[in-house]
């Protein structure tokens, strides 16, 4: 599997061209891209990366790779980050590492997304995978009712587990959150509730990513298929 994911990771590594702005996202698939990358910078190929959490920052400072900051630049040219299901439309489900705030505001600043991922990740409907949605700690039982009720108006349902660290107590996210994982099983219309999600009070970000993805670099037993947003 890991090597399926460096794989895929080296194939979107092709799409690099010396000096792009680039997202750098995370988890151990993207977590291959940030170490090929490095190697890149070391023969010479000038980038700039935007990490997408503190575990990435500290990757990339480990393999070279020069970092800068959403504040210093306002947009970037491609993001490479991976997902924990991909459907057809390149509808995504990612936070299975709780860095899915800052994944989607720096995809949201890219002109390109590519997901990359072994074949695996790749779903006919998605919601196997539970979905992750960050919340403010403040008020949460309150904020779990409102995420229920737009459960609800969506067509889908399922068992909210607030997420825990090695520690036992609540996962808390690179911006102080907390996150819910809900257990959905099947999300027939992911953008709608994807809409219904965002505008809960309470709800900081969630994982359904609708639109952002530009291609995906599937790499499977069978070699690697590149699938572009239609
Ligand atoms: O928060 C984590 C990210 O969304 C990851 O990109 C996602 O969980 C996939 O991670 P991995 O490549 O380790 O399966």
Known sequence: MDALKRQAAARALEEVRD???????????????VELLGEKVQSGMKVVG????????????RCGVPLTTLDEVDHLDLTIDGADEIDPALNLIKGGGGALLREKIVAAASDRMIVIADESKWVDVLGR???PVEVIPFGLAATRAAIARAFAQAGVSGEMVI????DGHAFV???GHWIVDAHLGRIGDPPRLAGLLSVIPGVVEHGLFIGLGTSAVLAGANGIRVVERR
């Open 19 to 33: 000096g792009m702005k680039l997202g750098l996202g995370t988890g151990s698939t993207a977590k291959h891209f």
């Open 50 to 61: 935007v990490p997408t959490s503190e575990a990435t920052r500290a990757d990339a400072i």
């Open 129 to 131: 995978f539970p979905l």
């Open 163 to 166: 997420r825990k660290g090695k």
């Open 173 to 175: 996210t690179d911006g």
